[in-house]
């Protein structure tokens, strides 16, 4: 069926004027029945127009995807990278976690703030800058480092030089980045999280690592340290190295391993039944929840010393027991409520 504008309520509509598009296009990447996956970059997608998620953002997901608000709203509201206010142009995070910090993170935070006459999570009075201290931004061989719209923009920064840098970002002049991308608006930053190319001619960094990065492996190579028997061709695998003994042991202990390491073969032995029992066991879970159904083995994983649950509470006067239906993995609210009770809802 082919969605149009006209499926969207008024608070989704103008949204959906502009961003259906594009939507369509992010839902078509995964596959037929896990369109609600698309909701990251969707949330993304959002910020694009409205430079955060509101109300009016939520309605749009919720409504493209075939969900509820409350699912949308559960993740928009869980990750930083959703905003839950209006953001600047620029949105400057500082990290302030444990490495960063240690060599200076907080104080180049502190004098920007400062500066700035903002604190975390605001935005100036012009609205081109917003602030935040971040945890680890995965960039500790630079530390202490300052990104905007999350491209690495200052490495080994000062308090002198993330006041420099912003004070140009505010002025509209260029700034050079560190590593990262050329710098972009944080809507235009937007667009390209939500899974779209930046079309800017050159724009995207493509740097070698750097002397801090390889750092720790040129001390390596100077003091001849190597981890022993180290193959950096071997095969990622699942099966276990057949030159492993002590798991050839346990898998097949021979008469003569067994006589020469009495201790060994009977921890093997011991470890054999352990995996017959743990197999049996999750043959007869496996073979036992095959023949529920989904609301009963949800109840149980919920509850697992719980009696096997009765399928309707209310015939057992049992309400809000383990078989109500908030424990159908549907957020609570969604599911339809008994007419009785509503009924007594509505007499108070
Ligand atoms: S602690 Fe700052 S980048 Fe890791």
């Known amino acids: 069926m082919t969605v149009t504008t006209n499926d969207f ?21 995964y596959p037929v029945g896990r369109s609600r996956s ?3 970059p969707l949330l993304h997608l959002v910020q694009t127009e409205e430079g955060h998620v509101s109300p009016q953002g ?3 997901c919720a409504e493209v995807l075939g969900i509820n608000k409350a699912q949308v709203g559960a993740v928009a509201t869980f990750y930083t990278m959703y905003k839950r206010r209006s953001t600047g142009d620029y949105l400057v995070s500082v990290c302030t976690n444990t490495l960063c910090n240690m060599l200076g ?10 500066h700035l006459g903002v604190g975390h999570d605001e935005t100036t009075a012009d609205g081109r800058i917003t602030l935040e201290h971040a945890e680890c931004l995965a960039a500790c061989d630079y530390a202490p480092v300052v990104t ?3 491209d690495f923009t200052l490495d080994e920064a000062t308090p002198e030089s993330t006041i420099g840098m912003v004070d140009k970002l505010r002025n509209g002049e260029a700034v050079t980045p560190a590593r990262g991308a050329r710098v972009c608006t944080l809507k235009e930053m937007q667009f390209q999280l939500a899974g779209f190319a930046d079309d800017r001619d050159g724009a995207v960094a493509d740097g070698v690592a750097g002397a801090p990065t390889l750092r720790g492996v ?4 100077e003091h001849g340290i190597a981890v022993a028997d180290f193959n950096p061709d071997t095969p990622i695998t699942t099966t276990k190295n057949p030159k492993d003994e002590s798991a050839k042991a346990v898998k097949d202990p021979s008469p003569a391993t067994q006589a020469a390491r009495p201790h060994e073969s009977k921890l093997a032995s011991v470890a054999k039944k352990a995996v017959g029992a743990v197999k049996d066991a999750a043959g007869a879970v496996t073979h036992r929840d095959r023949t529920k159904d989904p609301e009963t083995r949800a109840a149980e994983l919920r509850n697992p010393d719980a009696s096997t649950p009765a399928k309707n509470p209310a015939a057992t006067g049992t309400p809000g027991g383990v078989g109500d239906a908030a424990g159908d993995a ?10 009785a009770a509503n009924d007594g809802e509505e007499k108070k």
Do not use: H, M, T
């Open 9 to 29: 309520s008024p608070a989704a509509l103008p949204l959906a004027e502009k961003l259906l598009e594009p939507a369509l296009e992010i839902i078509a990447r």
């Open 38 to 40: 698309a909701l990251l």
């Open 58 to 60: 939520v309605a749009f």
């Open 105 to 114: 993170g907080q104080e180049v935070y502190d004098q920007l703030s400062e």
């Open 148 to 150: 905007v719209n999350y």
């Open 218 to 221: 040129r001390l390596a190579q």
């Open 330 to 339: 549907k957020p609570a609210g969604d599911s339809p409520r008994p007419a």
